[in-house]
């Protein structure tokens, strides 16, 4: 008789039933639901009250840590065979075009503002709207002291790039099997995204406290702060993502794991962190340098 369990002879990966991704959907309810206390308040609970938030982040980081785990431990058992590869591939090129997109939004809301200003300024002045006219009137913003482009913007682009460059490094020598140079060069660009990160915290300690971008008497000031903060701060969560991703594969690294032959988790990360270099050059360009 047949064994009912023998594994079937084909090159697809039919995963088994996994806890993983009910319990991130839920937790990642709970740290949003906890996000609406801690920012205004509900279910009774004050403002301010952030333990819900940081409950739900526990279980996502822990969720995180065990679905992944399972996915190294898959490839580990070769059930990762070449048609699967191709999946993950496909799956990871698909997962960058939609952060493309993602981001494609806050550029066409930041070009919708600083292009076409002009004609803004005939919205009625009615009743929510009464400031909206005179808030798209002018571009920059008259009033407001913005962010000198060519200070920590440019050291945080020469960072990244620097990273860029190192990441390549390291994944080049990997391909070759040069595991030495592969962590070297792989911990350097661990380095260079926390410095990004921690430039990038200082340049927002800097704008706070100088109070830069809401002038109250600006009445487009609060246009410019929202996008300048959603789109320079969604790229920075982006690095921080990267960073704990390339952080891991270092760790795996050290660990013995990885070959030239077979190192996707490597290279998809090293694929999300040009991604992200190439999303703060047009930030960096546009949001800095060209309209800012």
């Known amino acids: 008789m047949a064994d009912a369990h023998a594994k079937p002879h084909h090159d697809y990966h039919l995963v088994d039933p996994s806890p993983w991704p009910l319990i991130s959907s839920m937790a990642a309810v709970v740290m949003f639901i906890g996000a ?40 580990k058992k070769g059930d990762h065979t070449p048609v699967v590869s191709i999946g993950l591939r496909y799956g990871m090129v698909l997962f960058i075009a939609s952060e493309v997109m993602f981001f494609v939004a806050f550029f066409w809301m930041f070009f919708d503002m600083a292009i076409f200003n002009e004609s803004r300024a005939i919205i009625p002045e009615v009743g929510n709207w009464m400031d909206t006219g005179k808030a798209w009137s002018t571009w920059p913003p008259k009033g407001v002291e913005l962010l000198d482009p060519w200070s920590l913007p440019l050291l945080n682009t020469v960072i990244l790039l620097l990273s860029g460059t190192t990441v390549t ?49 600006a009445a487009n000031s609060k246009l410019y702060g929202s996008i300048f903060f959603m789109a320079t701060g969604f790229h920075g969560f982006h690095v921080l993502v990267g960073t704990i991703f390339l952080a891991v594969c270092l760790l795996r690294l050290q660990l013995g794991q990885m070959t030239p032959q077979k190192h996707f988790g490597f290279e998809a990360a090293a694929w999300y962190w040009h991604f992200v270099d190439v999303v703060w050059l047009f930030l960096f360009a546009f949001v800095y340098v060209t309209f800012g």
Not at 37 to 45: D, N, S, V
Not at 50 to 71: E, K, T
Not at 181 to 199: E, N, S
Request: glycine share 10%.
């Open 36 to 75: 609406v206390i801690w920012m205004k308040g509900l279910f009774g609970l004050a403002a301010g009250t952030n333990w819900v938030f940081f409950i739900g982040l526990a279980i996502v980081l822990f969720a995180m840590f065990g679905w992944w785990s399972d996915v190294i431990k898959e490839s």
């Open 169 to 217: 490094w390291a994944h080049h020598a990997l391909q070759v099997g040069d595991r030495k140079a592969a962590k070297t060069g792989l911990l350097i660009t661990v380095l260079l995204g926390v410095l990004f990160t921690g430039v990038q915290a200082y340049e927002y300690h800097h704008i706070i406290h100088e109070h830069l971008f809401f002038n109250e008497n």
